[in-house]
């Protein structure tokens, strides 16, 4: 899978169908819009195409793996077992925190 932060939305009626992760050039979009009416029997022109750019993310060093959470820097990955956050849940630090896209630097992962 590719690493990005932009995706592609493929929608008919408002409802999305696909999410293709990574830039596309407009004739894959066309293609993906070709397979998607054959699949689905709609037409070609109900097929929305949102574009999704700068995507936060959330963490550098914590990953998913088949074990958890883990942070995928260091040597022998044991799973995340706890989260703890600075801020008091629920406080006007904390909602502004969520709200600009900082909560990550408040939050201390514990193995």
Do not use: T
């Amino acid at each position: 899978m590719r690493s990005s932060n932009k995706k592609v939305l493929f929608k008919i009626n408002d409802e999305v169908v696909l999410i293709e992760d990574g830039d596309l050039y407009l004739n894959q979009i066309d293609e993906i819009k070709w397979k998607i009416v054959e699949e689905c029997e709609c037409r070609f022109d109900d097929i929305e195409v949102d574009i999704l750019d700068n995507l936060i993310v959330l963490s550098d060093e914590v990953d998913v793996s088949d074990i958890g959470l883990v942070f995928w820097k260091a040597y022998y990955p044991q799973a995340i077992q706890g989260v703890e956050c600075d801020l008091v849940e629920g406080s006007d630090e904390y909602l502004d925190a969520m709200n600009n896209g900082s909560l990550i630097d408040y939050l201390h992962f514990f193995v």
